[in-house]
């Protein structure tokens, strides 16, 4: 498992340099988002056998039947978010620990919750390693974290058949919300942001495919 060397080389630096540049010119404007994708060396967050490809604006595979996002979509995604330093957000579908890393490395204060029990502790224990002070809890995201509500921000990195209500619930008046959100293989990637009458409106930011929300907690 290369997560256990953590070396990150000049030409690692370089492939990453290259790789922020791509996404820049598919559009990405909001400087702090590629400034993170550029610090993060993501080959940390990924198994050794794919090493190679970690500079690819590709998903890969990751274990447990899941992928670490395309880079472009992580900062798409971010972008979306709107963030500012110092707010609190949360993630639902931990993964690999790279779109929290991403959010940490921005100034969020980050919780994030992940279904599946083997790629939680993995990831637990390697972010433990990395530093990053996020959170991480083992659950259904689609119920959020009620005790640590509200949240400033919210992102979903899975598919979601539904807008989960309790996560809208969860979000401060003002909040924004970024799901792709749809039953089949495309999804649609929604904004909600939240009004402050609690009423939400809802933007459409074009096609993405994710890997499902995972429902029931008895299947790992
Ligand atoms: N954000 C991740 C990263 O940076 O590597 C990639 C996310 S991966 C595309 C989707 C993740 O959502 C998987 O790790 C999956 O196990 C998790 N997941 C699926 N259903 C979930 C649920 N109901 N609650 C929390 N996590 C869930």
């Known amino acids: 498992m290369t997560q256990l060397?953590?070396?990150?080389?000049?030409?690692?630096k370089g492939l990453?340099?290259?790789?922020v540049e791509g996404i820049r010119q598919k559009g990405i404007r909001d400087e702090s988002v590629l400034a993170a994708l550029e610090k993060i060396p993501r080959h940390y967050f990924m198994d050794s056998s794919f090493l190679e490809f970690a500079y690819q604006d590709k998903p890969?595979?990751?274990?447990?039947?899941?992928t670490i996002s395309q880079p472009f979509t992580v900062a798409f995604q971010t972008e979306l978010l709107q963030m500012k330093k110092g707010m609190k957000v949360l993630e639902i579908g931990t993964g690999s620990g790279y779109q929290a890393s991403v959010l940490a490395e921005m100034g969020a204060r980050v919780y994030s919750i992940e279904r599946q029990r083997k790629l939680y502790q993995k990831t637990k224990e390697f972010m433990?390693?990395?530093?990053?002070?996020?959170?991480l809890f083992l659950g259904d995201g689609y119920l959020g974290l009620p005790s640590f509500a509200?949240?400033?921000r919210i992102i979903i990195t899975a598919a979601a058949p539904e807008i989960p209500q309790p996560l809208v619930d969860q979000l401060k008046p003002g909040g924004i919300l970024v799901v792709p959100h749809g039953k089949d293989?495309?999804?649609?990637?929604?904004r909600i942001i939240k009004n402050a009458d609690g009423t939400t409106k809802e933007e459409s930011h074009g096609a993405f495919r994710f890997v499902p929300l995972l429902g029931d907690l008895g299947n790992d």
Do not use: A, N
């Open 5 to 12: 060397e953590m070396i990150d080389t000049y030409r690692h």
């Open 16 to 19: 990453r340099k290259q790789l």
């Open 60 to 66: 890969f595979p990751i274990g447990s039947g899941q």
């Open 128 to 135: 433990t390693r990395l530093g990053y002070p996020v959170k």
């Open 150 to 152: 509200p949240f400033d």
């Open 185 to 190: 293989d495309i999804q649609h990637m929604l």
